[in-house]
């Protein structure tokens, strides 16, 4: 965790603001370790006498969500695993463990997307039909969308292992965060931005994997922090971005609507807020009575995502709609692809929709 990062945004309690509707500010309790302006190891504690709730720096990391202990628990793979197994005995693990065990599919997940936010600096990495950066394209797509510079403080939700954060980085003049609730990705996130270098396992087939590390050239690092957040329970106070990016978010989550309230609440007057989604519903992230479209086609959307989605960012278009966003522009089928294994790639057309709050 950056220090300037933590005292410019000021996290808040996100049990005070659930439970009490407080923003009451985190304070950095207890450093156990630090490096080169980063805290890698460490306590943020809520500064209500009330609370007192304890938040961990884990790996550069603050997790900052509202149930630490069973967050903790789910990720105790990542938080606890070793790093630095050779090829040979991750092969081993990945073996034993089995298809479909939590190791596999986190293995699978970081070789699919550490290949599309950093393959393009991979040496090692060939010519296809499919090339690594589709998400650091579809965030060029959609911001783009304006011709107004995205301002600061900027963050990107769902930021996955943390490409088009130092993307985003590279297009506004102040400090970028990026959000995900998943450890394991924010690991490798924080590990390249402070080593400068990317450490990955990259699928060839079924449980057949190569390690890959290089050197990755990132501009305007200093900029970027990482941290593990709940997307639908941001800890930040009202208006605390002027730019907010959800690439491919929306129908990851269990609560879609929360994510554009967060968003709603979030952003400063005259900020903007960008979605992309593929909506590519699945009931094991979201139950079907929250999916935004993808279903009851006899209603009045016909069961469309898109309509759904213009009409929650609508004011008065839907018993669910925002208030303070309105959409200045859209784009419909942007590419975005995710690499699964050497001979399979799957393929996805994103809406993009760019709002600004009032």
């Avoid at 969308?145 to 088009?164: T, Y």
């Avoid at 999916?291 to 009045?300: D, F, L, N, Y």
């Avoid at 009409?311 to 995710?338: C, M, N, Y």
């Amino acid at each position: 965790m950056r220090i300037g990062h933590f005292e410019t945004i000021k996290p808040i309690c996100p049990v005070c603001r659930a439970e009490r509707s407080r923003a009451i500010p985190l304070k950095l309790a207890h450093v156990e370790r630090e490096q080169e302006g980063h805290v890698v190891e460490g306590f943020l504690n809520c500064s209500a006498d009330g609370c007192l709730r304890e938040y961990p720096i884990i790996d550069g990391i603050p997790i900052i969500v509202p149930d630490v202990r069973s967050y903790v628990a789910g990720s105790v793979l990542a938080l606890y695993g070793r790093g630095d197994f050779s090829e040979a005995m991750e092969s081993l693990i990945g073996d034993c463990c089995g298809p479909g065990s939590q190791f596999d599919v986190q293995r699978q997940h970081l070789s699919s997307y550490a290949w599309d936010h950093f393959g393009q600096f991979d040496p090692a990495e060939s010519d296809g039909d499919y090339q690594p950066g589709s998400v650091l394209r579809l965030l060029e797509s959609g911001l783009n969308l304006s011709e107004r510079k995205p301002g600061g403080p900027a963050i990107d939700i769902g930021c996955s292992v943390g490409g088009a954060t130092f993307s985003l980085a590279g297009h506004c003049d102040n400090l970028v965060l990026g959000v995900d609730f998943d450890f394991s990705m924010l690991q490798l996130a924080s590990a390249v931005l402070r080593t400068g270098r990317v450490c990955y396992p990259r699928r060839r087939v079924g449980l057949a994997y190569d390690r890959r590390e290089f050197a990755v050239d990132l501009e305007h690092r200093e900029r970027v922090d990482f941290w593990a957040c709940d997307a639908t329970s941001l800890p930040f106070a009202d208006k605390t971005f002027e730019t907010a990016v959800a690439l491919n978010v929306v129908d990851s989550v269990y609560s879609p609507v929360e994510v554009l309230t967060s968003v709603d609440r979030i952003l400063a007057a005259g900020g903007n807020g960008l979605f992309a989604c593929p909506y590519d519903w699945s009931a094991g992230a979201t139950a079907v009575e929250s999916w935004m479209g993808g279903h009851s086609q006899r209603g009045a959307e016909r069961g469309d995502s898109a309509t759904i989605l213009r009409k929650l960012l609508t004011a008065g278009a839907h018993p669910d709609s925002l208030q303070r966003l309105r959409i200045l522009a859209e784009a419909d089928e942007l590419d975005w692809h995710v690499r699964v294994h050497d001979r399979g790639v799957m393929h996805y057309k994103t809406h993009a929709v760019l709002v600004e709050a009032l």
